[in-house]
């Protein structure tokens, strides 16, 4: 998605601007480009590809502005090229913009503005705002009324961040349902659309709210909402710094963020279990009398956070008798959900921004639902929208693909089961037990992690490969989708997951001599069954990798990983590392990049 960096300072504004755009690089781009304020002119320079294009065009210029704008583009609207790169100028070069989001209604305002004689040079969507910026500076001859205009305008999601030589000390800041988070210093005020874009400069941040303005002028910053009342804003002190965002001696940061999960649940579960029998959510404390109003739970979300929600919902069922259902957050508004104000809705998001996820959550609003976020970044988007939050604490992910989120959202959810189990007079033996295993899964991950070369041992399997089978049942069924994902995403090996009973209708057909088959059978009421459904591809010549617990071993397995004894509902978590490292070392032995595999991006801000 794109990023965007912004600064008004008292010294130059390219450094701030290159080191932001670098930090926001996880997000995924294909362009770059920046404008400076100088000497009362506009300098732009844009590059498609990587950042270090733009930093090569930008070598042998002497950039000495205190005022501009950055940003990485993720093609949506036109092909990546200089062109349709960010920012865009109005015709006269006097403002400049850049933009993340969406404009819907780009087309309709483009005809109105192409028939008031502005020429367009790019494809996109934004290039209409920069115009509108021009149409109505020239009737208001104020910056922020036009700006007030434009938001009025526009429909969408937007984060604009807005330059001109008609008031070169200033940058002008909107946001609609894209991300934007603004900092400040003595002598500089800067914006960027995450935060590790800022923290080198400030900790101390502001999150500007939809439709709200901002005007930074270096080192302050004033706060308007749409009609261009003046309100005040609250600032936020982040706890943690770009230490924790950089690599820490691994080659990559997926394989950093694999070998954090220990000290991430650690964390996520500091003073949220209590004793050996009490969970404790005091993000949840005035909802306790609600649980037993609710007839049914929805979870959604999108990729490895819907796979997450599948075992939550799993678990939330088994626990609390609650009946439950699983959406992706991109079907959820379209398939008519049947939901009340009876209906308890959880929307799981690392990044809190995700715009399937952020629209499921409105609708659900809308209906009258009770409404819980589960999130990683603090003070997102949906922490803001949803009635409660909890936070999985596993510090910032900058991996596209998702390690630490995932387990963290997996132990989140089952701390969620739990406390509604408890609050619904549900605990019992068993109850006590999964508290007793999830104290205990830190220490369990740190001596699976002692067996990664194992696990980068069966990675060779995919060698030559250009296929992988997964198969599980129940909630083991959750765990291999994840798997298979992780190997799709980061390896380019085709990779799909199947119910294990469901082979012998209709996927068995494709199992070869040779075919990869990576099984997990961790549920002892069905791994019986699954280890059947294995014999049957051994039968048709597969290779198998089976991941499974003490008692239920296969003989013919190529490979057999003996999980810790947990309480079964704990295995998901367990079960989830070894399938995250055959994925990375698969990736390794393609070639990979890893961490920032094509086509994605780490925050999917648009539908
Ligand atoms: O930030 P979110 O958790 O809402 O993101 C959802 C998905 O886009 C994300 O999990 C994606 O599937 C990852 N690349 C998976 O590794």
């Given amino acids: 998605m794109c990023g965007i960096?912004?600064?008004?300072?008292?010294?130059?504004?390219?450094?701030?601007?290159?080191?932001?755009?670098?930090?926001?690089?996880?997000?995924?781009?294909?362009?770059?480009?920046?404008t400076?304020?100088?000497?009362?002119?506009?300098?732009?320079?844009?590059?498609?590809?990587?950042?270090?294009?733009?930093?090569d065009l930008l070598k042998n210029e002497s950039v000495t502005g205190h005022v501009g704008i950055g940003h990485t583009r993720w093609a949506t609207h036109g092909v990546p090229s200089n062109l349709n790169s960010h920012p865009h100028t109005n015709n006269a070069d006097t403002i400049s913009l850049v933009h993340n989001g969406i404009i819907e209604n780009y087309r309709e305002l483009k005809d109105i503005l192409i028939l008031q004689g502005y020429h367009f040079q790019s494809e996109?969507?934004?290039?209409?705002?920069?115009?509108?910026?021009?149409?109505?500076?020239?009737k208001t001859h104020n910056l922020q009324a036009a700006l007030q205009k434009v938001i009025s305008r526009i429909e969408g999601s937007y984060a604009l961040c807005i330059v001109s030589t008609i008031d070169p000390d200033k940058v002008y800041i909107a946001k609609k349902d894209s991300p934007l988070v603004i900092g400040k210093t003595d002598n500089a005020s800067v914006?960027?659309?995450?935060?590790p874009a800022i923290l080198d400069y400030t900790k101390d941040v502001y999150f500007l709210n939809d439709y709200e303005i901002a005007i930074l002028d270096k080192g302050s910053v004033a706060f308007f909402d749409k009609d261009g009342h003046s309100i005040s804003k609250e600032l936020t002190t982040i706890p943690y710094d770009n230490e924790a965002a950089k690599k820490g001696g691994y080659d990559t940061f997926m394989l950093k963020e694999i070998h954090e999960q220990p000290h991430a649940i650690a964390e996520t579960l500091r003073g949220r279990v209590e004793g050996t029998d009490r969970i404790v959510l005091p993000e949840l404390n005035n909802m306790k009398d609600q649980f037993k109003t609710f007839n049914k739970a929805y979870f959604v979300a999108c990729g490895t956070a819907y796979h997450a929600c599948l075992s939550g919902a799993n678990i939330l069922e088994r626990l609390t008798k609650i009946p439950t259902f699983t959406q992706a957050a991109s079907e959820f508004r379209y398939c008519d959900p049947i939901i009340d104000e009876k209906t308890l809705c959880i929307f799981v998001s690392q990044s809190g921004e995700t715009a399937d996820t952020m629209a499921a959550l409105r609708l659900a609003k809308e209906k009258g639902c009770t409404t819980i976020a589960i999130a990683n970044v603090l003070g997102s988007s949906i922490s803001r929208e949803a009635d409660h939050t909890i936070y999985t604490c596993a510090g910032p992910e900058i991996a596209v693909a998702s390690t630490k989120a995932y387990t963290t959202q997996l132990i989140v959810l089952l701390l969620l089961a739990m406390y509604i189990a408890q609050a619904l007079g549900y605990e019992n033996e068993h109850?006590?037990?999964?508290?007793?295993?999830?104290?205990?899964?830190?220490?369990?991950?740190?001596?699976?992690?002692?067996?990664?070369?194992?696990?980068?041992?069966?990675?060779?399997?995919?060698?030559?490969?250009?296929?992988?089978?997964?198969?599980?049942r129940g909630l083991d069924y959750a765990s291999v989708l994840e798997g298979a994902l992780k190997l799709k995403e980061v390896s380019y090996v085709h990779a799909d997951a199947y119910i294990a009973g469901e082979l012998k209708h209709g996927p068995i057909a494709l199992i070869e001599p040779g075919s990869l088959v990576i099984a997990v059978a961790t549920q002892p009421n069905i791994a019986a069954k699954t280890i059947s459904n294995i014999q049957e591809t051994i039968a048709r010549g597969a290779n198998v990798?089976?991941?499974?617990?003490?008692?239920?071993?296969?003989?013919?397995?190529?490979?057999?990983?003996?999980?810790?004894?947990?309480?079964?509902?704990?295995?998901?978590?367990?079960?989830a590392?070894?399938?995250?490292?055959?994925?990375?070392?698969?990736?390794?032995?393609?070639?990979?990049?890893?961490?920032?595999?094509?086509?994605?991006?780490k925050s999917v801000t648009v539908e």
Avoid: W
């Fill in 36 to 55: 400076t304020i100088e000497n009362h002119r506009l300098f732009t320079k844009k590059a498609k590809g990587r950042l270090q294009n733009l930093k």
């Fill in 577 to 601: 590392i070894p399938l995250q490292l055959i994925a990375y070392y698969a990736a390794g032995i393609k070639g990979c990049d890893v961490d920032k595999p094509r086509n994605l991006a």
């Fill in 191 to 195: 914006a960027a659309s995450d935060i």
């Fill in 545 to 575: 990798i089976l991941f499974t617990i003490d008692g239920q071993e296969v003989g013919n397995v190529k490979e057999t990983y003996i999980l810790p004894k947990v309480d079964p509902i704990l295995q998901s978590v367990l079960v």
């Fill in 5 to 34: 960096t912004a600064i008004s300072a008292t010294k130059e504004a390219l450094p701030f601007l290159l080191q932001g755009l670098e930090k926001l690089e996880y997000r995924g781009y294909d362009s770059a480009g920046i």
């Fill in 431 to 472: 109850y006590k037990r999964i508290i007793e295993g999830i104290a205990s899964l830190p220490e369990r991950i740190n001596n699976i992690l002692k067996d990664e070369k194992l696990f980068e041992n069966y990675a060779q399997y995919l060698k030559d490969l250009k296929d992988a089978y997964y198969i599980g």
């Fill in 124 to 138: 996109t969507d934004s290039e209409v705002v920069v115009h509108l910026m021009d149409y109505y500076y020239n």
